[in-house]
């Protein structure tokens, strides 16, 4: 009998100094938690022009956007682009700003609290989803603070831009990497594929689309499908980009039943002098204005989440070139934002995705 008690202590004592030299592993144990770190590109924290030159200079300073000499490029961005963009960038953010903050980020808490509810409902408490930017806050550093302090399982990375392009995809995994060697313990780490032509997301398009269009009292002569741009450059490199661009919008024209004719492919915001992915949109929409057409609409299937590029270029600015034309009236079919459409969509992504963890 005394041996058995003596036994026990000593498993006792031995249990008691593992909590206390690996503390999160026990957490680990306890609480088996995976957590979901959802990435999005970023917005300023004001729409001042003092906020708009901290981010943008985060931004446009990171190589994976600007790939350019980078003395050169330090030296255009802090004398020039510093000096004039950031006072015009703020009011066109100023335009678009909501009394809660950015709509992106608005929007992107949204997304991360339902999906976070979503996957909950079925999965007992299992999962953990925090919103990091990769240009602003929070930030992703922040994020995975957040997630590492709960000692999931595993952190799966689901970054918010379905078509993968180094400028974004390949910038997430950098600043995700990043912070990684400052761990001690470092969960197991996943990242979502490019879900371009997933049929969760490409369903929640169509029916995103389908939903919009039946709001009109009129129907789009064409729909412009117009996506963020790269430099043509990056592309003649490697950057897959314009192919996955090309399957999403095969994939939505296929699952609408939209036939040739019906719509066109184009690409939004360049920046610089450099040649960007063609045909671009804003020359797209006036030469459908010149083409007599009158009633368009306009989707932007890269974006899961409506922003300054969407609210703005395209409902605004894209309308008033459009009708400079000749054209009349252009409809902005809405990004999948939080809508239950778009979080079932997640949620598919994420189950899939974190197979085995579960």
Same mark, same amino acid.
């Given at each position: 009998?005394?041996?058995?008690?003596?036994?026990?202590?000593i498993?006792?004592?031995?249990?008691?100094?593992?909590?206390?030299?690996?503390?999160?592993?026990?957490?680990?144990?306890?609480?088996?938690?995976?957590?979901?770190?959802?990435?999005?590109?970023?917005?300023?924290?004001?729409?001042?022009?003092?906020?708009?030159?901290?981010?943008?200079?985060?931004?446009?300073?990171?190589?994976?956007?600007?790939?350019?000499?980078?003395?050169?490029?330090?030296?255009?961005?802090?004398?020039?682009?510093?000096?004039?963009?950031?006072r015009?960038?703020?009011?066109?953010?100023?335009?678009?700003?909501?009394?809660?903050?950015?709509?992106?980020?608005?929007?992107?808490?949204?997304q991360?609290?339902?999906?976070?509810?979503?996957?909950?409902?079925?999965?007992?408490?299992?999962?953990?989803?925090?919103?990091?930017?990769?240009?602003?806050?929070?930030?992703?550093?922040?994020?995975?603070?957040?997630?590492?302090?709960?000692?999931?399982?595993?952190i799966?990375?689901?970054?918010?831009?379905?078509?993968?392009?180094?400028?974004?995809?390949?910038?997430?995994?950098?600043?995700?990497?990043?912070?990684?060697?400052?761990?001690?313990?470092?969960?197991?780490?996943?990242?979502?594929?490019?879900?371009?032509?997933?049929?969760?997301?490409?369903?929640?398009?169509?029916?995103? %689309? =389908?939903?919009?269009?039946?709001q #009109?009292? +009129? $129907?789009?002569?064409?729909? !412009?499908? /117009? *996506?963020?741009?790269?430099?043509?450059?990056?592309?003649?490199?490697?950057d897959?980009?314009?192919?996955?661009?090309?399957?999403? %919008? =095969?994939?939505?024209?296929h699952? #609408?039943? +939209? $036939?040739?004719?019906?719509? !066109?492919? /184009? *690409?939004?915001?360049?920046?610089?002098?450099?040649?960007?992915?063609?045909?671009?949109?804003?020359?797209?929409?006036?030469?459908?204005? =010149?083409?007599?057409?009158?009633?368009?609409?306009?989707?932007?299937p890269?974006? !899961?989440?409506?922003?300054?590029?969407?609210?703005?270029?395209?409902?605004?600015?894209?309308?008033?070139?459009?009708?400079?034309a000749?054209?009349?009236?252009?409809?902005?079919?809405?990004?999948?934002?939080?809508?239950?459409?778009?979080?079932?969509?997640?949620?598919?992504?994420?189950?899939?995705?974190?197979?085995?963890?579960?």
């Amino acid at each position: 009998m005394e041996c058995v008690q003596v036994n026990q202590q000593i498993i006792l004592s031995l249990q008691t100094a593992r909590a206390v030299a690996f503390p999160g592993r026990l957490l680990m144990t306890q609480k088996n938690k995976i957590g979901i770190l959802l990435a999005q590109l970023g917005t300023p924290d004001a729409p001042t022009p003092k906020a708009l030159r901290r981010y943008l200079r985060q931004f446009l300073g990171d190589p994976r956007v600007i790939e350019l000499n980078r003395v050169v490029w330090w030296l255009i961005l802090n004398l020039i682009v510093l000096v004039v963009r950031p006072r015009k960038s703020a009011r066109l953010y100023q335009k678009i700003w909501t009394p809660n903050g950015s709509p992106l980020l608005v929007t992107s808490q949204a997304q991360a609290e339902k999906l976070e509810r979503a996957l909950n409902q079925e999965h007992g408490d299992r999962f953990k989803v925090v919103l990091g930017m990769r240009y602003g806050n929070p930030s992703i550093p922040s994020a995975l603070e957040t997630l590492c302090r709960e000692a999931p399982e595993g952190i799966l990375v689901f970054p918010m831009y379905p078509q993968y392009a180094g400028a974004t995809t390949a910038s997430t995994y950098d600043e995700v990497y990043k912070y990684l060697p400052k761990r001690r313990y470092v969960p197991a780490l996943r990242m979502v594929r490019p879900y371009f032509e997933h049929p969760a997301y490409i369903r929640a398009l169509a029916d995103s %689309v =389908r939903e919009s269009l039946q709001q #009109l009292d +009129w $129907q789009p002569e064409k729909t !412009v499908l /117009s *996506f963020h741009g790269i430099p043509k450059r990056y592309a003649d490199m490697g950057d897959p980009y314009p192919q996955h661009c090309e399957a999403t %919008v =095969r994939a939505l024209a296929h699952e #609408l039943g +939209w $036939q040739n004719g019906e719509y !066109v492919m /184009s *690409f939004q915001s360049r920046f610089g002098n450099e040649v960007w992915l063609q045909p671009y949109t804003d020359e797209t929409l006036a030469e459908l204005g =010149r083409q007599k057409l009158k009633r368009i609409a306009a989707l932007c299937p890269g974006f !899961v989440t409506d922003c300054l590029e969407t609210i703005d270029e395209i409902g605004e600015i894209g309308q008033e070139q459009f009708r400079h034309a000749g054209g009349e009236r252009l409809h902005l079919i809405p990004c999948l934002n939080d809508s239950e459409r778009w979080i079932q969509a997640m949620k598919t992504i994420v189950l899939e995705e974190s197979a085995g963890w579960l």
